[in-house]
C-alpha cells in the first residue's frame, strides 16, 4: 500500500509502461490505459490483495493495464511486458482465459460481470468473509443486457463482497458511447437496481481511492463510475487522436516517453 500522495505518479508509470509495449507495433490500445490509470493506481496500490482477492478485467482489450499494474506490484515479471502482443506471447493485446495476473478476462463484452458474481457468490458459499472480487468494466458494456441482468442477480444476492470499477470514458469503437446510446444517468441507473454507485472524476486518483473506501464498507455491491479521457496524460498526442485504438509512430512514441519520464523525474 503506498500513500495517497504517490498515486498519480503510479497512474503516470502505469501509462509509461503502457507505451512501452505498445510502440514496438505502432498501434494499439493505448487509451485504455491512458483513461483507466488512475482507477487501476488506486485499485492496485490501496485495496487489491492479490493473494486474497479475484479480479476480473471484463473488457479484453484493457488487459494491458491489468497487465501493466500487475508488473508495477511485483505480481507479474517485469520482462514479460516486453514481449506483449507478440506471436507465443502469454500477453495477447485481448485477454483470453490464458491471460496472467487476472482470475477472469472477458472475451465478448459484458460478460465479466456475471464471472465476478460467480466469484462472489462462490466465497460467500465457502463461508469466505475475508476476500473481495473486483471487477473492471467499461461505459460502452452498458449498452449489453448481460451486464444488467449480472447487476440484478448481485444485488437480490446481496454480494456486499463485489466492486465494479466502471471507466466512463465515452469511448468505443463506433465512437462517442453518447452519441450511440444514452446512458445516463449512470449512477441512478445502478442505484436502481440495488448497489451503491459513487460518481468521480476518474482522474483524481485519490478521489477514486476515496471512493473505493467507501464501496467496501456500503454493505452492498457498490460501483465507482470514473469520469475518464481516452486521452488524458499525455499532451504530444495530435489532435482528434482516435482513443480507442492509438496510432503511435516511432517519433510520436518516443515524444510520449519523453513527455512521461520528464513527469516522473
Known amino acids: 500500500m503506498i500513500p495517497n500522495r504517490d498515486l498519480g505518479r503510479f497512474a503516470d508509470r502505469l501509462r509509461l509502461r503502457a507505451v512501452r509495449m505498445v510502440a514496438p507495433h505502432g498501434f494499439g490500445y493505448l487509451g485504455q490505459v491512458l483513461s483507466s490509470a488512475e482507477l487501476f493506481a488506486a485499485l492496485y496500490a490501496r485495496h487489491y490483495r492479490p493473494d486474497t482477492d479475484r479480479i476480473v478485467i ?3 482489450h484493457y488487459i494491458i493495464a491489468a497487465f501493466a499494474a500487475a508488473a ?3 505480481q507479474l515479471d517485469e520482462a514479460l511486458l516486453e514481449t506483449y502482443g507478440h506471436d507465443g506471447s502469454r500477453l495477447e493485446a485481448i485477454g483470453t482465459e490464458k491471460s496472467p495476473a487476472v482470475d477472469l478476462t472477458g472475451g465478448s463484452l459484458s460478460q465479466g460481470l456475471s464471472g465476478a458474481c460467480g466469484f462472489a457468490l462462490a466465497l460467500k458459499m465457502a463461508g469466505n468473509t475475508d476476500s473481495r472480487v473486483f471487477a473492471f468494466i467499461s461505459d460502452g458494456e452498458l449498452e449489453e443486457g ?3 441482468e449480472a447487476a440484478l ?3 437480490h444476492n446481496k454480494l456486499d463482497n463485489l466492486t465494479v470499477l466502471l471507466d466512463a470514458n465515452d469511448s468505443q469503437v463506433d465512437g462517442p458511447v453518447s ?4 446512458l445516463e444517468p449512470i449512477a441512478a441507473k445502478w442505484e436502481s437496481f440495488g448497489w451503491a454507485a459513487f ?3 476518474g482522474h483524481d486518483a485519490d478521489a477514486v481511492d476515496g471512493a473505493l473506501g467507501q464501496a467496501v464498507q456500503a454493505g452492498r455491491p457498490a460501483v465507482v463510475i470514473g469520469r475518464t479521457s481516452t486521452v488524458h496524460g499525455l499532451s504530444v498526442l495530435p489532435e482528434g487522436a482516435d482513443g480507442h485504438f492509438i496510432k503511435l509512430p516511432e517519433e510520436l512514441a518516443e515524444a510520449a516517453v519523453a513527455e512521461l519520464e520528464a513527469r516522473l523525474a
Do not use: H, K, M, N
Open 72 to 74: 508495477e506490484i511485483g
Open 199 to 201: 460518481d468521480v472524476d
Open 58 to 60: 471484463s473488457p479484453g
Open 179 to 182: 452519441s450511440i446510446t444514452t
Open 153 to 155: 442477480f448481485a444485488a
Open 146 to 148: 448481460q451486464l444488467w
